[in-house]
C-alpha cells in the first residue's frame, strides 16, 4: 500500500465461495476486510472470488457468490488472462517459456491474473514478470493497478482509520492461523536442541 499497489479481498482461507453457505462467506469477506484495514488503514470494497474463472461458464457457477457479496457492498474484480503460474510449482523440469504470454494485439486494458507461486522460490513467476514487462512495453502497454484504470473499483477505496473491531479481528486471525504455526516452530526447534 505505501508503495502505491492496489490490495483487494481474495477471503482469508480461500474457498470455493459458490459452494459455501452465505454466513461463511460473509465471515470471509468481511475478516478479511476487518485485518486489511487494521493493518493498512484503508477501507478495501473490491475483491476477487477464490477459483473464479473469466469464461461466462465459470461466472455463471459462481453467480449465487458474487451476489451475496454485491449484497455485503463488495464491487467484484474480475481478469482477462491467467498466466495460470501457480501450475507451474509442481513441474520440476518446467521453465518459465511453459507460463504462456498475453495476447497484446488488441490494444485495450488487459488485466493479468498471476499469483504468489511459479516454480521453487517462486522462481519462474519472478522470471515471467522479467519477460512479460519488456513484452508489454513493446507492445505499448503501461502498467496500471485495478482502480487506476476503473473508477468504480476506484470508489471502494479509501482511508478508513481501524476501530476496535478491526483490531480485534486481526488478533482473532493471528491466534487461529499465525501463533499455531510459530508455536508447533518453536517447539521442534526446542525438541531438537534437546535431543
Do not use: C
Not at 476477487?48 to 451476489?67: F, H, K, V
Amino acid at each position: 500500500v505505501r508503495e502505491g499497489h492496489a490490495v483487494g479481498v481474495h477471503t482469508l482461507t480461500h474457498p470455493d465461495i459458490a459452494i459455501e453457505p452465505a454466513w461463511r462467506e460473509q465471515v470471509e469477506l468481511v475478516a478479511t476486510s476487518r485485518v486489511l484495514t487494521a493493518i493498512t488503514g484503508q477501507h478495501v470494497g473490491f475483491w476477487r472470488m477464490p477459483y473464479q474463472g473469466s469464461d461466462n461458464a465459470s461466472l455463471q457457477a459462481g453467480i449465487e457468490g458474487l451476489l451475496r457479496a454485491q449484497r455485503l457492498g463488495y464491487t467484484f474484480a474480475n481478469y482477462d488472462f491467467d498466466t495460470e503460474d501457480w501450475m507451474h510449482d509442481d513441474n520440476p523440469r518446467g521453465r518459465v517459456g511453459d507460463i504462456p504470454l498475453p495476447d497484446l494485439s488488441g490494444g485495450g486494458n488487459i488485466t493479468l491474473l498471476m499469483h504468489d507461486g511459479g516454480g521453487p522460490n517462486r522462481l519462474r513467476t519472478v522470471a515471467y514478470v522479467k519477460e512479460l514487462i519488456p513484452y508489454a512495453k513493446a507492445h505499448g502497454y503501461t502498467f496500471q493497478t485495478m482502480p487506476q484504470v476503473d473508477p468504480v473499483l476506484a470508489a471502494g477505496i479509501h482511508p478508513a482509520s481501524p476501530t476496535a473491531a478491526d483490531y480485534a479481528t486481526l488478533y482473532v486471525v493471528k491466534m487461529l492461523y499465525v501463533w499455531p504455526n510459530t508455536m508447533v516452530s518453536a517447539l521442534f526447534a526446542f525438541a531438537i536442541f534437546m535431543v
